[in-house]
């Protein structure tokens, strides 16, 4: 595994920003968010159809004025492929990473990747999994042998499940009481999860629309990593504190990892009462490494049968 395949570790908790507000370059620069690893600045669904011109006159002033950020990824959530064609000829567009692409088909992929031909920085993309078609696992498929071609495939960063389009469909409303692996879009995150993780894409995990149930966010993103998905959607900073020391990797997780990819271990072996066999448990070691080089070793995170307390916030408004 390269590190190039675990590039999307670096994501964190994503925070969703409209480019309506008159804060972009500050957040950018990461002066009112030092902690922050990445930041979507969205074009879409947060902005109404009235001030998608606002919005995209923010960026345009916004972009020439952002700094280098080491650690920092910065996107833009276009609306449309005008919308991308648009801010793709505003100076200082070299400043972002890539863009967020909404309600990706087999169908409308390649419209998004024509807008980027001729463009010298090599912008990467995250397509969003949020039509009616992220229900259908044949149409998924088809996506998929559609990304994983030569000319595609280096652009993917990661795969985005918009989980409340995703509820839209079904006309239902989550309620912040419960999971969304307790809802109907949970089977339908596991069957996205087995479509595209065992090709190498990673997926990140919806919005948790609660802001006041951290408790309810903190077993959700457990059960996120449970299946495999990393990176979460973030809609204030405090939930990115939550997410992020979820993040974190439990000291005898480390040591598991670390003895799996020892050149020297065994074909199978046992610590901490747990069955290792490198063979297969060797992908999840490298990135269970590499998570904690990012987030750090700490013995109080917990699992999915641990009491899931609120973690406090890392980031601070």
Request: proline share 6%.
């Amino acid at each position: 595994m390269t590190a190039q395949d675990l590039r999307h570790l670096e994501l964190g908790a994503s925070l969703y920003v409209p480019a309506t507000r008159d804060d972009l370059v500050g957040i950018a620069n990461r002066r009112k968010l030092p902690g922050l690893r990445s930041v979507i600045f969205c074009t879409e669904d947060a902005v109404r159809t009235d001030d998608v011109d606002k919005a995209l006159r923010n960026l345009e002033a916004a972009l020439p004025r952002m700094e280098a950020a080491p650690g920092l990824l910065r996107f833009v959530r276009v609306r449309n492929t005008h919308v991308m064609g648009r801010v793709l000829q505003m100076p200082g567009v070299s400043r972002l990473d890539g863009f967020v692409l909404p309600k990706i088909t087999a169908q409308n992929l390649s419209r998004y990747l024509d807008q980027m031909s001729g463009h010298d920085k090599g912008f990467v993309v995250m397509p969003t999994l949020e039509t009616a078609e992220a229900f259908d696992a044949v149409e998924m498929r088809r996506l998929r042998d559609l990304m994983s071609e030569s000319a595609v495939r280096p652009r993917i960063l990661s795969l985005r499940i918009g989980g409340n389009d995703l509820f839209g469909l079904l006309g239902v409303r989550r309620s912040p009481h419960r999971t969304i692996y307790e809802t109907a879009v949970g089977h339908t995150i596991a069957m996205l999860a087995s479509t595209f993780r065992p090709h190498g894409f990673n997926l990140t995990a919806p919005v948790f629309e609660a802001m006041d149930r951290p408790d309810v966010l903190a077993r959700e993103v457990v059960q996120d990593l449970d299946h495999g998905l990393f990176g979460k959607t973030a809609i204030h900073p405090e939930q990115a504190g939550v997410i992020e020391s979820l993040y974190a990797v439990r000291p005898e997780d480390l040591e598991m990892a670390a003895a799996i990819v020892d050149p020297d271990a065994p074909a199978v072996f046992r610590m901490h009462g747990t069955m290792c066999e490198p063979a297969t448990h060797r992908r999840a070691a490298a990135a269970t490494l590499a998570r904690a080089s990012l987030y750090g070793v700490s013995s109080d995170v917990p699992t999915c049968e641990d009491d899931l307390a609120p973690r406090g916030p890392r980031l601070v408004a």
